[in-house]
């Protein structure tokens, strides 16, 4: 069964702390995503990747990074956290060619910044 | 660029009502469409997809129509359950594979017995 796992569920942080939200897909796809899912404002896509070691900036990018050092995992890391930044986080996957392949996604980070 | 503008909710729905979840879309090319659902807690779940126009993508009783003249995929369902209680998101993707999905904001759907 086709699986995007992200490392936690619930996280709470600490204005200026440096956060990182892991994810690990085991379907071998080479493109994963980021997103950042705020009520009233659908899904917001922060970073993705089509390969290892490669990254292409989303829609809001700032404040945030990405790392993928590894085909199955791609890390979010945020510099420096805000209290706007508390959000649900979700991670996703897809393979790599036509655009007629849905993204399979995780089961979201919800990350509250204090 | 590509977007998509769904219905702005909440919807409430009796059990057993007929359900519809508009949803349009601008893109250039032919994108291909795609529904999903997200149950309270949980991450999103792929419902259906449709890869060109006049496909008909269906699952667990849902049903959308790619309508390119019209720019639509609109999601309907003729009898829904409480069960279907979730926020269903409206999505789009360029041919190219390489391209993330543009979601709509997303209409939470709320069934009551």
Redesign the interface.
């Known amino acids: 069964d086709v699986k995007v796992t992200q490392s936690s569920r619930y996280l709470v942080k600490r204005t200026g702390e440096k956060v990182f939200l892991e994810c690990v897909q085991d379907m071998d796809h080479e493109n994963m995503f980021w997103y950042r899912q705020d009520p009233g404002l659908g899904l917001r896509l922060i970073y993705f990747s089509y390969d290892v070691k490669m990254k292409e900036k989303g829609d809001i990018p700032e404040g945030y990074s990405v790392s993928r050092e590894k085909k199955e995992r791609f890390s979010l890391i945020l510099e420096s956290a805000s209290t706007n930044q508390t959000s649900m986080y979700l991670c996703a996957s897809s393979p790599q060619g036509a655009g007629n392949t849905e993204a399979f996604f995780g089961q979201g980070t919800r990350l509250t910044v204090v | 660029g590509n977007s998509v503008t769904q219905m702005e909710g909440p919807v409430t729905l009796s059990e057993e009502a007929f359900l519809t979840i508009n949803c349009t879309y601008t893109a250039t090319g032919y994108?291909?469409l795609?529904w999903?659902v997200q149950y309270p807690g949980?991450?999103?779940?792929?419902l259906l997809?449709a890869?060109k126009a006049d496909d008909k993508g269906s699952n667990k009783g849902f049903e959308a129509t790619y309508r390119k003249e019209t720019t639509s995929f609109h999601l309907e369902k003729g009898s829904v359950q409480v069960s279907d209680s979730a926020v269903y998101?409206c999505a789009l993707?360029?041919?190219?594979?390489?391209?993330?999905?543009?979601?709509?904001?997303?209409t939470r759907l709320s069934v009551i017995a």
């Open positions: 994108p291909s795609f999903y949980e991450g999103l779940q792929l997809k890869t998101f993707r360029s041919y190219s594979g390489n391209t993330p999905l543009v979601f709509g904001k997303g």
